[in-house]
């Protein structure tokens, strides 16, 4: 079975735009100028909403109905100013800077969610390690749905996860859409992981009754904690906004808040109901371990003063780049936190915290400075 993650925004481009377009029929020649092109708007105007900002533009009915949209953010593009992807998808320069373009970028990425993950709720449980990452782009997803004898035109999938077993061995195979924002690519690989997790951790029993929508909203809230922990207010309101879920995800959020992720993880494994109710969260708590059963923790921490640093899994011991994503403002993916030319970060280092600046960034380098020691030192990305 696949578990695809998709945006409740079906064709985000045209249909998110006119969706929310609205027009001014008393509108002045030249009291509005467009937002898209800059000149100043003789005929009807139209409100567009950038699904990005969440602000509203005004528009000229030419951008609007004469310029290819931008498959992130749902505007026009003026014309010279659009970044083509090779399944036939638009950016505008805005989104292009920040989209992850590169395969091996994406990979890379991925491999630093799934640090994360371990690092943030290492005191609850772990993420499975038997997953393979793919990348998939607009002509993939219509291979992957289509439907013989009917035209089908693809939804806004950002990812799925499936997992297949090979000679006795189970393995999740996982897709990323390309040409996604870098916190709406964490968010998702967060997601698919949390997936995998249900598959590795919830009895088939359980699984067959938990509803279709918890699961998401459990994987949803996943990948929200995760951009909660990185600061990304603009990614955990899309995770709000986006109503794939059918507001499963609120619900899950709001009863972590209030009795506390290992609860969550426990109505997953046990719980007796199939889905959580907003106006009942108290059900959370409702579970019913089958006898004999013992319940899954993961093992007590090594004091990390006795602990070899290589044992606890959310210790890097080396400054590690893990991908370039390279446009008009390229950023260095590093020990998993994103990093723009001069940009500061702290990144865990051996058990403490050690603040870097990244001072240059190349096509397959990078160089960054140590701000403690004073010194510096090149990063290469791994050699394929």
Known sequence: MISPMIMSDFLRGWLLAFLTA???????????????????ITGTAYFMTDGVTGQQELVCS???????????????????????????????????????????????????????LDGQF???TSFPTNVDVTVIDRIDVDSMFNSTG????????LGCIEPVTTNGEKRYH?????????????ETCAHEYSHAWVGENVSPERHARIDRDSEEGFCEMMGYLLMDAQGEEAEKRRVLANFYTRGQVQVFIAA?????????????RYGVTSRLDQEHLDEVRDIQIPAGT????????????????QSVASQATAINLQGIIWGGSPV???????????????????????AIRCEAIEPRRVRVQNLASGKSQELELPKN
């Open 22 to 40: 609205g027009f001014l029929w008393s509108a002045r020649a030249g009291q509005y100028t467009c937002a898209v092109c800059g000149e100043p």
């Open 150 to 157: 009917h035209d089908f035109e693809s939804p806004d999938l």
């Open 332 to 354: 260095a993916i590093i020990n998993g936190h994103s990093f723009f030319l001069n940009d500061v970060n702290d990144i865990r280092l051996g058990g403490t915290n050690v």
């Open 256 to 268: 972590e808040q209030r009795y506390g992720f290992e609860d969550i993880l426990d109505w997953m």
């Open 294 to 309: 013992i319940p899954a923790r993961p093992a007590p921490a090594i004091p990390l003063a006795s602990a070899p640093a």
């Open 122 to 124: 290492s005191r609850f």
């Open 62 to 116: 030419n951008c609007a109905f004469n310029l290819p949209r931008c498959f992130l953010c749902g505007l026009p593009i003026k014309k010279g100013d659009e970044v083509q992807l090779p399944d036939g998808r638009y950016l505008c320069a805005r989104d292009a800077k920040t989209a992850v373009m590169d395969a091996d970028s994406a990979r890379g990425i991925c491999a630093a969610v799934k640090d994360d």
């Open 174 to 186: 996982m897709s990323l859409m390309i040409g996604l924002p870098l916190a709406e690519l964490k």
